[in-house]
């Protein structure tokens, strides 16, 4: 590949070094055989995929095209919405179907269209609506035959990458979310470095194991924290972009490192509220709507916890004792005294918790590399498609 020093209107910045002709602006609509709407009625039974706005929504007995088409959301929410689909299958009318000239390349336009982002020919606010005559105006840019075949090929490789990693990703997130509940449910059981049995594990009020946590932040720390299910304690201003704290955060709570807070109110994966670890800086505050507390236990792991709470395992725990408040926001209905002396949980032995948690932790590592590996194949597709396309 090279780079051009010299751009024009019709020369990619970024190209095959054996390409170096000017592309051709065309109308979408001369170099398409038909754009139009969908004409299938739901159904979920036969032999064929039905397509929809949101991708496959059913089946059919009969298909309506055979054949490779572009499809595009045509109203709703997904609207501009790309995706390309092979074989014999049916499509809604919220959907249009691009069926572009064979001497056309169709995943060279199909990357076209994803690089112009679609969205942006959206119109109306209720129903968002993008319709076949504004992509019949479409003015788009095409190189030669086979320039647009290569093009198409290489960011064809760099989307099975990027499946790829999505697919180890979900892989990863499936095992350990088997086998944490194996662990926490004894299922799964490690043994000593003697290769003996560990002692059977106790339940513990929450309370006997930790101590809350109430020291106000009186050397006014601006480290102001939030709650993220995926982040876990986060700087506002990280999360947010912005901080939407009080202005005087002197009465949060201060916590310190592998100290915990416990957000009352539902989020994502987290039906019964989200308990997460302080473990990105050494101090931070956090709003006094939080439960704030800590180990007061020698004989505990603050990691070993920090993956039980994430398994979901105090879930039917604080069911038991919380009731969801409308007045409240979603926050559930739950005294700080039930929160400690209502709530078992059930613990190992300390060495039994260390494994367990550095073997928790290894596999969260695996997941985090391919999670880097899947942002940086995301972002590289990004650029390629800012840069390949005219």
């Avoid at 054996?18 to 065309?26: G, P, Q």
């Avoid at 989307?159 to 499936?174: C, M, P, V």
């Avoid at 539902?266 to 308990?275: E, H, L, N, Q, V």
């Avoid at 073997?359 to 969260?364: A, H, P, W």
């Amino acid at each position: 590949m090279t780079n051009n020093s010299i751009k024009t209107n019709k020369i990619p910045s970024l190209r095959f070094s054996e390409f170096n002709d000017e592309w051709k602006i065309v109308k979408l609509e001369d170099i398409s055989k038909s754009i139009q709407s969908g004409k299938d009625k739901f159904s979920n039974s036969g032999q064929y995929k039905l397509y929809g706005s949101t991708g496959k929504i059913g089946f059919l007995k009969n298909a309506s095209f055979k054949g490779t088409y572009i499809l595009i959301a045509r109203v709703g929410a997904n609207a501009g919405k790309l995706s390309v689909v092979s074989g014999s299958f049916g499509v809604t009318d919220n959907t249009l179907v691009l069926n572009l000239k064979n001497e056309i390349n169709k995943l060279f336009i199909y990357y076209y269209l994803l690089q112009f982002n679609l969205n942006k020919l959206v119109f109306g606010s209720g129903q968002p609506l993008i319709t076949g005559g504004q992509l019949k105006s479409l003015n788009i840019t095409i190189a030669n035959t086979k320039e647009q075949k290569k093009i198409a090929s290489f960011l064809t490789s760099v989307d099975n990458k990027i499946e790829q990693l999505t697919k180890k990703k979900k892989l990863l997130k499936e095992y350990k979310k088997g086998v944490i509940q194996k662990i926490f449910n004894q299922e799964m059981k490690f043994k000593d470095d003697n290769g003996g049995k560990y002692p059977k594990w106790e339940e513990k009020k929450l309370g006997s194991i930790f101590k809350r946590v109430t020291r106000k932040n009186i050397e006014n720390n601006q480290n102001v924290l939030t709650i993220s299910a995926k982040q876990g304690l986060i700087n506002q201003k990280e999360y947010f972009n912005k901080s939407v704290a009080a202005k005087n955060v002197t009465g949060y709570y201060l916590l310190n490192k592998n100290e915990f807070a416990y957000n009352k109110s539902y989020s994502k994966g987290y039906p019964m509220g989200a308990i997460k670890l302080m473990n990105k800086y050494k101090k931070g505050v956090v709003s006094t709507l939080y439960i704030c507390f800590k180990l007061d236990d020698e004989k505990s792991s603050a990691s070993f916890f920090e993956q039980y709470f994430e398994s979901g395992q105090l879930n039917h725990e604080i069911y038991k004792i919380a009731q969801e408040g409308a007045r409240n926001h979603g926050l559930l209905n739950m005294s700080v005294v039930d929160f400690f002396e209502t709530i078992k949980v059930k613990v190992s032995s300390l060495d039994e918790q260390k494994k367990i948690a550095s073997f928790l932790s290894e596999v969260d590592s695996k997941i985090t590399r391919t999670n880097g590996l899947l942002d940086q194949a995301t972002k590289f597709k990004k650029g390629l498609l800012q840069q390949m396309f005219v």
